[in-house]
Structure formats: C-alpha cells, structure tokens
C-alpha cells in the first residue's frame, strides 16, 4: 500500500512538471559565463517532446522572464530582479531585458537607478543643456540664456551664442557699437572689427578704402591693404595700375606700379589724352620697367647711342655718349657742328663737351702747336702749313726753315734727293756733296 502511495506522489508530480510554470525565487543566475542558457528570440520549441521539463516560454506571467537551459533541456520563469518588471507572456522570451525599470529610472548592473545617478559618460542631456562630467552622476545644466547645443552635450563649452554675441553667466551678451564676434564666442575679446574694418577707438570700426581688404580684428589704418595691380590712391579708394603694369599686394603709392622689363609707362596728360600704360623701349633700348615721369626717355640705349624717342641712334663720328644718353657730346679737338663733330684745324686743341647744354663752337679751338712736319704761319691768323713733300720738320715748328731732308737725302731747289746706293747723309744736307760713302 505504501509503495502504490509513493508511485501515485510520483506521478503526479511527474505531471506537474510538464504542465505547471516552475517559478525560481532565489536571485536570477549570472548567465554570462553559462554556455547552456539560451535566451529566446524566437518561439520556443523544446528539443524532444516528451522529456522536455520546464514550462512553455509564454506561460511566465509579468514580473517573470523565461531562461531555457539546453544541458538540461529544462526551461525556467524567473522573477525580474528587484524593482524591475516585465509584460510576461511571449515578451518573457526576450530574457532578462524583458525586465525593465519604472519611469525615472534606469538599468544598471541588474539594479534600478535614479536616472541623476546615472555615470556622466551615460547620461544624455536635451538639447540647450549639457552634463559636466567632471562632476561625475547626471546633472543636466541650462545653457546660457540665448546659447544652444546638442542633445548629449558633456561640457559648458557645447552651448553657443550666436553671432556677434559672447557667453557671459547666465546668458549671451551682445557685443558693443559696431564689434562682431563668431558665434561661439565665450570672452567680451572675441568681440572685434570685422574684416574689410579697422578700429577707430573704443567700440567704433571705420571702412577700410574701396577696393582694400583687412583681417577681422585690426587695429590700424595700415592693416587696410589694396589688392596686388592695384594702389592706395590718397586713402579713399584703391586705384588700378596703369594697362600692363603690376604691383604688390598693400601698395601705397602709384610709384609701385611697374611695367615689364624693357617699358616704360606712358603717363597720361592733357594732350594725348590716352590712359597710362606700358609701351614697348625703343628699339635697342631697355629698361628695369620701374616707374619713372620720364616716360620713353626712361629707357635706356647702350654707349655711344642715344634715345631719340623712338629708337636708339648711333653718335656721329668724333662723338661718344654713356649709356642711357638722350644726346652725344664732342670729344676734345671738335667742336659742335649742327649734329656732326668735326675737327679743330691743324694744330688747334679744344676740350670735350662737358655736357649736352655746352656745345664747343669753332671759336673753341684755340691753337697750340703745330704737329710735326707743319711749320705755323706768322700771320694774325695762325695755321699750320705742311712742309713741302718729302720735307720733315719737329713739332711746334715757327717758319718754313724749319723743313728739312731727313737723313740720307739732300736738298736741291726746292726737293729732296735720296744719296746714291751705298751713300750716307745727316738729316738736314744740303747739295750731292753731302752724300759719304757709308
């Protein structure tokens, strides 16, 4: 009787089993390392039928999550941990995460936490607001007023005021008078003159001139800079070069305007009534291309040339120039002639031009000595009148006397005679008789 009694119990717990949620009440089981837990996330469907123990894995009510473990092939409802609950049902399948913390709160480490005891790194702030993490927990901070940020901003330096605007404790403040500030600007120095602008003293910016350029923030005058090809025309606008020419960047005067190697600038005036430009050197002339109010006569044409204007011309004989000349000038014994240079008579002497402006004339020749073979007339007007042909006279010689036969000849009449082959004669003999056998 006893033994049918214990087959009876035996059974019917037997029956229990299959049927009848099997509810744990201890602490649910760290799962992590357990490599026979499955969590479901799909029907459950036990791996044979008739020796499967455990309850069906929508049968665990709310509060509970199911947990299959596969070694046994035995299936649990566990009750969520505390303070946690869950919907139950096919949910429970989900596992543990079917378990969820009120309003309010949050899951941490199978435990419900106040949402300000989140760790900083987890906490999420709404837009406009931001979390120090520093501080450590969940402490979500108003950005200024006026300022804004992202949904999850960390640090005060998230929040940004708008443009021409800077953080101040509380709110955003507006810079003054005509300063402006990027946005996100967090000191009153962020506030500053705008590009293009210059400060003019406390909160005042002035215009740069028309057509020049300056970086936020300057302070001066000087910082206002014309662009390259371009000058600062009296401090009121920049100018245009003249056609052709350059200049660098923050020019301020029109004399930093220059043409290419070899021009020159024709500058305008009232008669050709052209605008200026960079015209070609004459031909053979060059030029650095700076600029110069000489205009064409800028360029430059090579010794013993000179600038016509329109071409490089050489100097008439007797004539010599430096480089860059715009005329010629005498050397010494000429003397000008309209454009030639001719020489001073025999044994006249005059000095160079010493400039342009200085032309010699013909009355600059003033006589000096006759050269050799010459003998200089006794009249008021000297000259120097040669010696008759084959007749040879020193230099600066005073009278017709002063001719004579060279060595090895011999006057008669009127003419010089060689000596006889073979025969010698001093300079100066007179008749046949002179000749000696040499």
């Not at 960390?154 to 946005?183: F, H, M, Q, V």
């Not at 400060?199 to 005058?221: E, L, Q, V």
Request: contains cysteine; positive net charge; proline residues 8%.
């Amino acid at each position: 009787m006893k033994l049918a009694l214990v087959f009876v119990v035996a059974a019917t717990l037997v029956a229990m089993a299959i049927s009848v949620p099997v509810l744990v009440d201890d602490e649910p089981p760290v799962l992590v390392d357990d490599d026979s837990a499955v969590l479901l996330d799909a029907p459950f469907t036990p791996t044979c039928g008739g020796c499967y123990d455990g309850p069906a894995y929508d049968s665990c009510k709310p509060g509970e999550y199911f947990l299959y473990k596969r070694d046994l092939n035995r299936g649990y409802c566990l009750r969520c941990p505390a303070g946690m609950s869950s919907k139950g049902k096919t949910e429970s399948s989900k596992g543990e995460d079917a378990c969820t913390c009120p309003a309010g709160q949050y899951k941490y480490k199978n435990a419900c936490r106040l949402n300000w005891q989140k760790e900083a790194s987890d906490c999420k702030c709404p837009a406009n607001k931001y979390n120090r993490v520093d501080e450590g927990g969940c402490s979500c901070r108003s950005c200024p007023t006026g300022a804004t940020s992202p949904a999850g901003s960390k640090s005060y330096s998230a929040c940004r005021c708008p443009d021409n605007t800077y953080a101040s404790p509380g709110s955003c403040i507006s810079c003054p008078g005509d300063l402006r500030s990027p946005a996100g600007s967090f000191d009153a120095s962020a506030c500053q003159c705008p590009a293009n602008t210059y400060a003019s003293g406390g909160s005042s910016c002035r215009s740069c001139p028309t057509g020049a350029t300056s970086p936020a923030g300057s302070t001066s005058y000087s910082a206002c800079r014309c662009a390259a090809n371009m000058y600062a025309n009296g401090g009121s606008s920049c100018s245009s070069c003249p056609i052709g020419a350059s200049s660098p960047e923050g020019s301020t005067s029109y004399s930093a305007c220059q043409c290419p190697a070899n021009h020159y600038q024709s500058v305008q005036n009232s008669l050709n009534k052209e605008p200026s430009s960079c015209k070609s050197c004459p031909t053979g002339a060059t030029s650095d291309g700076s600029y110069s109010s000489s205009g064409v006569y800028n360029c430059k044409c090579p010794a013993n040339q000179y600038n016509n204007g329109n071409s490089c011309q050489s100097c008439p004989t007797g004539a010599t120039s430096p480089e860059g000349s715009f005329g010629c000038k005498c050397v010494e014994n000429r003397y000008r002639d309209g454009n030639s240079c001719p020489s001073c008579p025999t044994g006249y002497i005059s000095p160079a031009e010493s400039t342009v402006s200085r032309q010699t004339r013909a009355s600059d020749c003033k006589f000096s000595k006759c050269p050799a073979n010459h003998y200089s007339s006794g009249s008021s007007s000297i000259s120097c009148i040669p010696c008759s042909k084959g007749f040879i006279s020193p230099e600066g010689s005073t009278s017709y006397s002063a001719c004579q036969c060279p060595a090895n000849h011999y006057k008669t009449g009127s003419s010089c005679k060689s000596c006889p082959t073979g025969f010698i004669s001093p300079e100066g003999s007179t008749g046949a008789s002179a000749c000696k056998r040499g």
